[in-house]
């Protein structure tokens, strides 16, 4: 990955890519609420943690991405514009869509919301990835990881993280259903297919078979 912050390389375009993958991905997880068929794993615990402490679920995301931020300390992961531009613009954008989408509707167009969504997200994880200014803190939560304990490798640490979240969201009244399933299932090609084709080059990678940005987790 290139120099986490660096925006001497083309900073106009990753500045621009940055954000609108930030958005794209507040607006993927409204859509996957609003279908009511099953969020993924992570949304899964915010929206359980919104339901116990009646805080709304933006500002349920925004705080759970900053308690994860802390957890990067011990693991020593440097946070980067993008790292933080995470914690504070998919929040308030999951809030703005979610006053804007009427809940309900009949099955056809919960299923379409649920699919458009997960593809959405892998779009957006592409984009906000592909820019190289910095993971969110669930990703840096995954690769720190991974990083001080190079015998574990990033699909069960990844499986772990995820197992823990669906469990710890669903003990607290968040929703798993068939659109859990298919987020889990969809999200890691969705991501491989989207971050290679946004991802922003480096001229320090020429030649060199660097992958920009892991898929998100």
């Known amino acids: 990955m290139a120099a986490i912050g660096n925006l001497r390389h083309r900073p106009v375009r990753r500045l621009t890519q940055l954000y609108?993958?930030?958005?794209?991905?507040?607006?993927s997880m409204a859509l996957m609420i609003r279908s009511g068929l099953g969020l993924n794993p992570w949304?899964?615990?915010?929206?359980?943690?919104?339901?116990?402490?009646?805080?709304?679920?933006?500002?349920?995301?925004?705080?759970?991405?900053?308690?994860?931020?802390?957890?990067?300390?011990?693991?020593?992961?440097?946070?980067?514009?993008?790292?933080v531009s995470n914690v504070v613009v998919i929040g308030l954008v999951v809030d703005a869509t979610l006053a804007l989408l009427p809940a309900g509707g009949p099955l056809w167009i919960r299923i379409g919301l649920l699919v458009t969504g997960i593809v959405a997200n892998g779009a957006a994880t592409g984009l906000y990835l592909g820019a190289r200014l910095g993971p969110g803190p669930r990703d840096g939560l995954m690769t720190g990881f991974v990083a001080r304990r190079p015998h574990r490798s990033i699909r069960l640490v990844r499986t772990v993280i995820e197992i823990t979240v669906l469990?710890?969201?669903?003990?607290?009244?968040?929703?798993?259903?068939?659109?859990?399933?298919a987020y889990a299932l969809a999200i890691g090609p969705l991501a491989?297919?989207?971050?290679?084709?946004?991802?922003?080059?480096?001229?320090?990678?020429?030649?060199?078979?660097?992958?920009?940005?892991?898929?998100?987790?």
């Open 20 to 27: 609108l993958g930030l958005a794209l991905y507040g607006i």
């Open 43 to 83: 949304d899964v615990f915010h929206q359980g943690l919104s339901e116990r402490t009646g805080l709304s679920f933006g500002t349920v995301t925004i705080a759970v991405g900053a308690v994860v931020l802390l957890l990067w300390i011990p693991l020593r992961q440097r946070p980067g514009l993008g790292t």
């Open 192 to 217: 491989q297919f989207f971050v290679p084709l946004f991802a922003v080059a480096d001229p320090g990678d020429v030649g060199t078979g660097r992958v920009a940005a892991q898929p998100a987790g």
């Open 167 to 181: 469990a710890l969201g669903f003990l607290l009244g968040g929703t798993a259903g068939i659109g859990t399933v």
